[in-house]
């Protein structure tokens, strides 16, 4: 949830470091601090709120190093707050960045108590700092605390530290954390997000779990879980710079949005041949694994739920398979049978969610047929972990409310059904309309985003309530819930989803001129249940914005009826799914809310 940064390099790093806050804010931002080593002491300075603040007094105190970490924080234990703020230290000797949970740390404190540390802030991460002082005072090197150090913790863990007494070390340590390396031109870098040293350099390598480096400004050792120095992979990614500017728009939120087109075309592109779906886009041996799967398992959260829930109804239309969808923080704890032949199926952007994480490697200990995730992070741990993947391909998404992720992994779910499918040699038909119908999305896309106008108009009827009723039936229900979860994460509306058919058993109770029914409405078997479905919304005076298949007609009365392009049946729940995004993202900016970073979020879910 948390960033963090550390640098050792032949110049001064404190600007770098605070800019590598700044790309990696979208992961928290209730409060920011660096340490910055200068030989006879180290500079700490923390600031409450967003990283601009923490750069605010920088400029101030214009402090110089060439050794550094810092940290952007979410708030898990302890409030938001200057003191809860990393850098955590310890007798003025020892500073440290921590990403994760510690879950012993009660016990850890009890324990760093009786040896006379006293704690200074409400979070489970002090308690590594002084840990690392108690091992250092025993005489034991940096690397060696490290070590003893991580032996004693429980939980989840990215950690950067560094000492006084050494100016030239940074010392880091990874578990079920993301942390990596990267190899710039006299410097050596550490961050939990590729993002945040993506102007530096296009070297990294990925430390697995257990392992500890040690880094200086010519040279890098990592060792493993049993402290045996290994070598490491070195990945090249080019992280452009553009892909992490808001160019002409206001928000990367905006950007996203408006970027839907190609990043659909980069899901599918090289995926699709001829009139059918290509073997093996899920890795090499999927084709032949797919022949055998009889049931999904899906496990996911938040909006990658929402694509789950639209996908489970394409794998029994198209695959003609059975499906389970879980809230991955739920899942685990259900006793989950598993039938014979089961794919389990992840779904995130980040691939980091530390449920959905848990939830595979949960399932890795069952009997599954095989694991398979649907990403938008190459590197991450949840791809490196998965029998079979395949990536979204839609770009860094640094606004925190999921808008391309979204729907490229709906394009890619799509992917899966069809591969599916044709292992199973189901469809053959259906197959080829849509694939056809796929690479027309892109330009529909397109299309769609041409409503902004139209929404623009609406939302400050929406941007004026507190409430709004989201509706939609069979595979447009999943969409009408990512409409509300969209709207209440940025504008902070209350908002909630009901397939329609169920508001007359109790939530048209809630209907009056105060709640606004934004209702999906496309063209299928039962629109017209629908539309009668919103006549007992406008009979009780509710306004009614519906986006619908051009087909449909309806008297909308004071609301607004917005016809939608065309677009096969099946691939509708994507193209029905923009418009929601481009009211919540108006409606927010009518509220002056901050839209990429709104309020207790973080992009990237590490703590369960
Ligand atoms: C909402 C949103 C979240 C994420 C959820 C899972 O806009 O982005 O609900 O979908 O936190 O994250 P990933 O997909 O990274 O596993």
Redesign the pocket.
């Known amino acids: 949830m948390c960033g963090i940064i550390a640098a050792a390099s032949n110049r001064n790093v404190g600007k770098l470091l605070v800019q590598g806050l700044h790309k990696m804010e979208y992961r928290g931002y209730d409060s920011a601090g660096i340490a910055l080593h200068q030989k006879d002491q180290i500079a700490h300075l923390r600031t409450l709120g967003k990283v601009k603040l923490l750069e605010e007094k920088m400029i101030q105190e214009k402090p110089k190093s060439k050794l550094g970490i810092a940290h952007t924080r979410w708030a898990t234990h302890g409030e938001p707050s200057e003191e809860n703020a990393h850098p955590h230290k310890s007798n003025e000797r020892v500073y440290i960045v921590h990403n994760g949970i510690i879950e012993n740390y009660l016990d850890l404190k009890d324990f760093l108590k009786k040896k006379n540390y006293s704690f200074l802030s409400q979070t489970d991460s002090e308690l590594i700092a002084h840990m690392l002082d108690y091992f250092l005072n025993q005489g034991n090197s940096m690397l060696d605390s490290m070590y003893l150090t991580k032996d004693r913790l429980d939980g989840a863990y990215a950690i950067a530290a560094i000492d006084l007494e050494d100016d030239q070390n940074i010392i880091v340590a990874r578990n079920k954390s993301p942390l990596l390396i990267g190899i710039g031109i006299e410097e050596l870098l550490a961050a939990s997000d590729p993002l945040a040293l993506g102007q530096l350099t296009n070297e990294f390598i990925f430390l697995e779990d257990g392992d500890v480096a040690e880094l200086s400004s010519d040279s890098y050792s990592i060792y493993d879980i049993n402290k045996k120095k290994v070598e490491r992979e070195i990945s090249k990614i080019d992280i452009s710079s553009q892909a992490t500017s808001k160019g002409e728009y206001k928000h990367f939120m905006e950007k996203e949005i408006y970027e839907q087109p190609e990043a659909i075309l980069n899901t599918i592109d090289g995926r699709v041949g001829g009139d059918d779906i290509l073997e093996n886009i899920f890795g090499l041996g999927s084709s032949e694994m797919f022949e055998r799967v009889k049931r999904i398992q899906i496990v996911?959260?938040?909006?990658?739920?929402?694509a789950g829930r639209v996908a489970a109804n394409w794998f029994s239309s198209i695959s003609e398979l059975p499906t389970q969808i879980d809230y991955?923080s739920e899942y685990r704890y259900r006793n989950p049978h598993v039938d014979e032949d089961s794919l389990f199926v992840t779904?995130?952007?980040?691939?980091?969610?530390a449920d959905?994480l848990a939830a595979l490697r949960y399932a890795k200990e069952k009997d599954y047929l095989s694991s398979l995730c649907i990403c938008?992070v190459p590197t991450s741990s949840?791809a490196r972990e998965s029998d079979y993947s395949i990536f979204t391909n839609a770009g860094p998404e640094i606004g925190?409310?999921?808008?391309k992720?979204?729907t490229t992994?709906l394009a890619a779910l799509m992917l899966l059904a069809l591969s599916i499918a044709k292992g199973r040699k189901k469809n053959p038909k259906l197959r080829t309309r849509v694939v056809t119908a796929l690479r027309s999305l892109p330009d529909i896309i397109e299309e769609t985003l041409k409503l902004k106008e139209t929404i623009i108009e609406l939302a400050p009827e929406v941007a004026s309530k507190d409430n709004a009723l989201f509706l939609g039936r069979g595979i447009f229900y999943p969409i009408a819930k990512e409409g509300a979860?969209?709207l209440k994460?940025i504008s902070y509306i209350h908002a909630e989803a009901y397939p329609a058919g169920e508001l007359k058993h109790g939530p048209l109770a809630l209907i009056d001129e105060n709640m606004p029914v934004i209702a999906l409405a496309p063209e299928s078997e039962i629109a017209e249940k629908l539309i009668s479905n919103l006549e007992e919304v406008k009979a009780r005076g509710g306004t009614l914005y519906v986006f619908s298949d051009p087909t449909i007609s309806m008297d909308v009365k004071s609301g607004k009826l917005i016809k939608m392009p065309k677009c096969d049946f099946l691939l509708t729940p994507i193209i029905y799914t923009i418009p929601l995004q481009i009211l919540s993202y108006e409606v927010a900016l009518l509220r002056g809310t901050d839209i990429d970073q709104p309020r207790n979020?973080a992009?990237?879910?590490t703590v369960e």
């Open positions: 996911a959260c938040g909006t990658s739920l929402h991955a779904i995130s952007q980040s691939g980091e969610t959905t938008n949840l925190v409310a999921s808008t992720a979204f992994q979860l969209k994460e979020l992009k990237s879910v």
